[in-house]
């Protein structure tokens, strides 16, 4: 329905070969980008500070290269954007294409599930028991070489950390990977979660409450035991990838490592906490959080919706140990406005985990698309292979009970030949087989920490449409497909409602049954009557969908306008339907994807403000570019957001 003009404008070819490897290092990876073409060298001073964000936004927003910045005032060299674009992330992972990936796992789940009759198939099924033991992570002795140079004192401002965006709270390690273990079974867990930097030997450990890390952090509550923790920084770029991944509770996300690097993850004990991490890792920063103490408050920051997250109460980490290898490379990277160079993060999570979600819970998933316009969470595409009415219910229920995806707010279920990686056949497809009277469900449930159009911190509706072909059980009446409508007349609804400031119906001509448009709210429940209003004049009959936006938005650019709305509706609280007058008719839908106040919607909490950079910053790289090595000048994509921007800081006015 509304997934038009956001993969296609995302080259997914690689023109790369199949590497299949473990890289040595982080050293190792960066040499790597560099002999392929895909690595920039500035040699030039940049400023952690907000302005390696500002080079590194222009050029991620253009697929641009890796960049290695070699002079941050700092004894160390940052790297960034190193996975952000699709052959590098294929790069990271040794593989050329992401579906190698998924159709190994496919094979090996095959291989050792299929029925095993006689004691020659047991035989055949031993190469793939001793290939995963060699997966396995294994301790060795000594030091690594992540050890090879202890900081006598230890003092995280002499990294060059950067403070991404103006309105963050402080300088924000982000590309940490967490070592933490469960106090009662030792199990170990790897995860993702930024830190922000207080003091010399004090960051913030920004660990959400549905992760498993602040559920390590409970059990040690009740023991009243300090909890270790390590953090490293680079190594073999799977790491981070490794991460990041939705892995089940238990799953050491070093086995996925192993697997994908196909050799086993070599690690060794931290010098002050009880804990094993990489022996090629660029940096360690040891240290513990003490459940007796009071929380810091830490925040805002810039996150990956785009907006700000907003200032809260986490755990304090204090750092006992900081080590690194000599010649030691900062990885970091920035997160905003998409793309960014997590959406190929991401890329990489839903290719290879579509192969286990297929075999061991949704079988009859073909495809699955999480667009980057939803930021993960926000929107996801999937494809099956129908056999019965309401599967695509049986989906969507199935997949909002698998790990991560509960958080999923808005997921569309597709079938038939579409080519979901397809955007305008794929939004053409779901605008021809969707009825909004019919094909809806509803729900609650957990949301994503970082979703502010939640009435309810984290707790907020869904929405699931099925947009399958219907059998006939299934249909409320009439089927009624997009058609095109290549001519609509937009002057005479802007003059009947004035506060409509603009239309955008350029979709209609391509058989896509949606209008987005921006209108100036100016009481309660404004929305909801306009569109009533709107949908029961006659131009409107063939029209399915409205999306209503704020006028600050620019609803020509369909993918920015797809990304506002996907972060700013609640689907439950924020649809209004528009049931059709008989089984002949067709039903209408109109989303309220404006920003939330008290004023006009009893909106209570605090919404953030999206993402720019200042002025001054922009005006500085723009004078710095001729000494980048980075070519022909890219705007700043600031220049457009900066026009977008509520009044304000991190919390909007």
């Given amino acids: 329905m509304c997934t038009c003009h956001i993969i296609k404008r995302c080259p997914l070819t690689t023109g790369s070969k199949s590497v299949t490897m473990a890289y040595k290092n982080l050293k190792h990876f960066i040499d790597t980008l560099e002999q392929a073409g895909e690595l920039v060298r500035i040699k030039a001073y940049v400023n952690p500070e ?41 790069m990271a992972l040794g593989v050329e294409n992401m579906d190698d990936i998924t159709r190994e796992i496919e094979q090996l789940f095959k291989s050792l599930t299929s029925p095993k009759n006689s004691f020659l198939d047991k035989l055949k099924s031993l190469p793939q028991l001793s290939q995963i033991a060699s997966w396995m992570p294994k301790v060795v002795s000594g030091r690594g070489a992540c050890q090879e140079v202890v900081m006598h004192t230890p003092d995280i401002t002499k990294l060059p950390v950067l403070k991404c965006w103006p309105e963050d709270g402080g300088k924000f390690i982000t590309l940490p990977v967490i070592h933490t273990k469960d106090p009662n079974t030792g199990i170990r867990n790897v995860g993702m979660y930024r830190m922000q930097v207080f003091e010399p030997t004090l960051t913030g450990m920004h660990w959400h409450k549905h992760k498993v890390s602040a559920r390590h952090f409970q059990e040690y509550k009740k023991l009243g035991q300090k909890m270790p923790v390590a953090v ?93 290898r000599q010649q030691a490379v900062y990885p970091a990277t920035i997160v905003g406005i998409p793309p960014q160079e997590d959406a190929w993060i991401g890329k990489a999570t839903e290719r290879i985990f579509l192969a286990p979600i297929k075999m061991s819970m949704v079988p009859e998933i073909v495809d699955m698309v999480l667009p980057m316009e939803g930021v993960f969470h926000n929107l996801v595409i999937v494809k099956i292979k129908k056999d019965y009415a309401g599967q695509a219910t049986k989906v969507m229920n199935a997949l909002w009970g698998a790990g991560q995806m509960m958080f999923t707010k808005m997921m569309i279920v597709v079938d038939g030949d579409v080519d979901i990686h397809d955007n305008e056949a794929v939004a053409r497809y779901i ?30 509706g869904k929405i699931g449409i099925d947009a399958t072909r219907k059998l006939p059980e299934e249909q409320r009446g009439t089927q009624h497909s997009a058609t095109e409508q290549a001519v609509f007349d937009k002057a005479p609804i802007k003059t009947l409602f004035p506060e409509i400031k603009e239309i955008n119906d350029q979709l209609l001509s391509m058989g896509i049954s949606l209008l987005f448009m921006t209108v100036e709210k100016n009481r309660k429940h404004h929305i909801e009557e306009l569109n009533t209003q709107l949908f029961a004049l006659p131009e409107m009959e063939r029209v399915k969908c409205i999306i209503y936006l704020e006028p600050l938005i620019d609803i020509n650019d369909i993918a920015d306008a797809v990304w506002r709305f996907s972060n700013n509706v609640d689907p439950k609280r924020d649809a209004f339907l528009i ?70 800081g991190a919390v909007a006015r």
């Fill in 50 to 90: 907000l302005e390696m964000t500002e080079i590194t936004d222009r050029v991620s927003k253009k697929y641009g290269p890796a960049l290695l910045f070699e002079n941050t005032g700092y004894d160390f060299p940052v790297l960034i954007n190193s996975m952000g674009n699709y052959r590098r992330m294929c």
């Fill in 431 to 460: 605008s021809a087989h969707f009825d909004a009277e019919s094909d809806i469900l509803y729900t609650n449930g957990p949301m994503d920490v970082l979703d502010h159009a939640c009435t309810k911190a984290a707790f907020g």
């Fill in 232 to 324: 490293i920084l680079g190594g073999d770029p799977v790491y981070t990838y490794a991460a990041t991944a939705p892995l089940p509770d238990g799953i050491d996300e070093y086995v996925l490592a192993g697997f994908l690097r196909k050799k086993k993850v070599e690690l060794v004990q931290c010098l002050t906490q009880d804990i094993q991490v990489p022996a090629d890792a660029d940096f360690v920063i040891e240290g513990y959080v003490d459940p007796s103490e009071d929380f810091i408050w830490e925040g805002p920051f810039g996150d990956h919706t785009g907006y700000y997250s907003l200032a809260d109460w986490y755990p304090k980490f204090h750092i006992t140990a900081i080590t690194h």
């Fill in 579 to 648: 049931k059709a007058r008989d089984a002949q008719s067709m039903s209408h839908i109109g989303f309220d994807g404006t920003k939330k106040t008290k004023i006009y919607d009893d909106f209570e909490r605090d919404w953030p403000n999206i993402l720019a950079s200042l002025p001054e910053t922009i005006q500085h790289i723009d004078v710095l570019w001729h000494q980048l090595g980075l070519g022909e000048f890219i705007p700043s994509p600031s220049l457009k957001y900066q026009q977008q921007l509520y009044q304000g």
